[in-house]
């Protein structure tokens, strides 16, 4: 038996699928349904079940046994083995067991990090997002020792990861900092991330230079010159032309119908029904913007003071890891994710002419699907940036508050 211990967000353990209750099931889209090796046995080893696998296709390419086999999407994009009540034929005729792996466990997902065990929701489901976001309190995370067998992997390069482990406490550190704007504080946790990508010591010396990281002197330094208030930025027409460019070319190349739909009615909220360039953000657009801002979004989130924040710590946790993209890419992917959330949210709000937690939650659980969780998007406009060199702090300060900052 080896010592596990495991973090998880407080709540973690609340979380019940609401399987038919659910307006957002999990197996329709376009997912990539994996069959890992063990179920594709089971499955095969069963003559009653073996009519499942006309509907599975081996996966030649496959890296692991997780990834065995998938599931052939229907043309509807729905999975072949849900029934007409949208309830999965095989758990109810089999029961979980018999589920895949991927199936058993959405939205459940664990990661090793410095040999800590991280467990998560994901944020793709519209049920975590109303235990994550909606509550009138911060995130806080369980830690817990576990004897188990699970065999304590070590990590390869463990300074590096334990550097990544500190860098992400820091992160929800300054993100749950209270009496700062969250602009503010996603802009300090930029120029952090920046000064650490710069530095040139090991990954050692920077883990000690992250654990002496004085954040709350930056955010007094910071707060005073940029204000309190959210809206600055979205005034300014460069941001919302960015962030516009990036939303729309995201409903464009969807393959989620909700998300298309979700996309045509944020659009023409703003008065850009049949966007093409960024030449039609004028004055009229900023107005529109800035009134659903003013009216509908503002006093929403005067009302759930913690939604936001919560967002936010709730995407580092589930999404912030030692993979091999740079400390500072995942960070600037953070920054657009967010000032899109806002502009579709934005959007739709002036579209319905109200702000509400389901309009949110359904939103998110969309945009995370399509952004994040399938990151090509993201990936295109960071390159963008990138090859422009404005891969920078001045950059995002410029995103999220429409002018250039004081660095
Ligand atoms: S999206 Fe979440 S709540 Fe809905 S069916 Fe899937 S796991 Fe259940």
Redesign the pocket.
Known sequence: MNKVTIVSPDYYKQFH???EK?T????NGSWHIDIDKQTYEKYANNEMTTPYLAYIKTNPDAVNDRKFAFVLIEKNKSCPFLNAEGLCQIQKRWGVAHLSKVCRN??RNAKLLAGIREKSLLL?????LRLALFRDQQISFVTQEYSDHIKATVANDQSSETYILRVKQLILDVLQEQGYSLDIKLYVVGYILQDFQALDQDEQDKTEMVLNCDYKMLLQQYAEPMGQKKANGWQEAWTLQVVAEIANFSFKTSDWKEFQELGAQAMAGLGLRGFRSREEINEQVIDKFTDAVRVLVLPFIASHPYWLENYLVGYIFTYFHGDKTALFTQYVRLVLVYEVTLFILTGLAAFRRECNEEMISVAI?NIIRNLVQGKAILDIKINQIERKSQLNIGYVGKLIFGKDMPY
């Open positions: 699928c609401i399987t659910c957002f099931n999990c197996c959405y939205p793709s489901c519209p049920e975590v659980a």
